[in-house]
T-cell receptor, first 114, second 113 residues
Framework: GAGVSQSPRYKVAKRGQDVALRCDPI?????LFWYQQALGQGPEFLTY????????KSGLPSDRFFAERPEGSVSTLKIQRTQQEDSAVYLC????????????FGPGTRLTVL | AQSVTQLDSQVPVFEEAPVELRCNYS??????LFWYVQYPNQGLQLLLK??????LVKGINGFEAEFNKSQTSFHLRKPSVHISDTAEYFC???????????FGQGTRLTINP
């Protein structure tokens, strides 16, 4: 069956460029999460959606980071004016609301900022 | 605030030997505990989870973990490892009322023939 998909898988950006990362969750999954995984580290929470509502964005590191999920399905994480410290793997996960504690992860987007 | 400590950043073992990957957590409320595995260039895959009930949890690929509330630990074990178990393993915690997972820094398991 189809899992969580993310695109692009790899993105190279010059410092100062804007980037947009896409996540397609498992069909029917209500909850959607974004995590940032720096090299050699565990994933760190960025933000969480339930349907189209962004219920928690406490992990977004700065106002350059913005996420949306306008129709409650596909989500986009946007990073404006990228900096070298933004280089990381960005992971998306989704879950069913009633089995909410099992999150299914996508393969991630590896962002490299030069 | 919750936190997770994985006590070993790297664990080398020989094939068919037993292995234990250690995980300790801190939380002021009841927790849910998870182990995820990450193969190179892939996303995270759930190995097992503890939500409630029996403290010994069995997962996929022959792994199991035991929740110890008094020691705030959730160590992962496998009696006999295979080359295919080479990967990064992450312990994570969440709690009722919070959706997000808090991860440890990971343990790299290397299996030597």
């Amino acid at each position: 069956g189809a899992g969580v998909s993310q695109s692009p898988r790899y993105k190279v950006a010059k410092r100062g460029q804007d980037v947009a990362l896409r996540c397609d969750p498992i069909s029917g999954h209500v909850s959607l999460f974004w995590y940032q995984q720096a090299l050699g580290q565990g994933p760190e929470f960025l933000t969480y959606f339930q349907n189209e509502a962004q219920l928690d964005k406490s992990g977004l590191p700065s106002d350059r980071f913005f996420a949306e999920r306008p129709e409650g399905s596909v989500s986009t994480l946007k990073i404006q004016r990228t900096q070298q410290e933004d280089s990381a793997v960005y992971l998306c996960a989704s879950s069913l609301a009633w089995v909410r504690h099992e999150q299914f992860f996508g393969p991630g987007t590896r962002l490299t900022v030069l | 605030a919750q936190s997770v400590t994985q006590l070993d950043s790297q664990v080398p073992v020989f094939e068919e030997a037993p292995v234990e990957l250690r995980c300790n957590y801190s939380s002021s409320v009841s927790v849910y505990l998870f182990w995820y595995v990450q193969y190179p260039n892939q996303g995270l895959q759930l190995l097992l989870k503890y939500l409630s009930g029996s403290t010994l949890v069995k997962g996929i690929n022959g792994f199991e973990a035991e929740f110890n509330k008094s020691q705030t630990s959730f160590h992962l074990r496998k009696p006999s490892v295979h080359i295919s178990d080479t990967a990064e393993y992450f312990c994570a915690v969440s709690h009722q009322g919070a959706q997000k997972l808090v991860f440890g820094q990971g343990t790299r398991l290397t299996i030597n023939p």
